[in-house]
């Protein structure tokens, strides 16, 4: 089984912004969910949400979704998602079908954060 650490894209917010700034953050979530992860990033939309073993990407999605089951995320894996592999430094977003890998400029801040996770890092997350 492979270790997957996983951040969830916060798709609503009590604190949204409004006007200009609402506009920014529904096209970054837009674009996060296409596979374009920078905006969201950017806006600090993603949340760290815990470790799931799994055997691959779509077993890890099938957990998610199977009714009954124990589940370290607040929620079921969906578009926009990220699971991170630490182990091989690989990353892939969660696509409407499928996964899409995540190129390292993309996955590099939760590479780090994943590998430091791991090794037992007590400090502040990299990604908000």
Request: hydrophobic share 40%.
């Amino acid at each position: 089984m492979t270790r997957y650490h996983l951040y969830l894209l916060e798709q609503r917010s009590d604190d949204a912004p409004r006007g200009a700034d609402e506009r920014a953050r529904i096209r970054a979530l837009l674009s996060a969910v296409l596979g374009q992860v920078e905006g969201a990033v950017a806006l600090g939309l993603y949340r760290y949400s815990g470790v799931a073993e799994a055997e691959d990407l779509e077993d890890l999605r099938g957990r998610s979704n199977a009714a009954g089951r124990a589940w370290p995320a607040s929620r079921q894996i969906g578009a926009g998602d990220i699971a991170v592999e630490p182990g091989t430094g690989e990353a892939a977003v969660c696509a409407s079908f499928g996964w899409e890998a995540l190129a390292w400029d993309r996955a590099e801040r939760f590479l780090h954060e994943a590998v430091n996770r791991d090794s037992g890092w007590p400090g502040e997350e990299l990604v908000a």
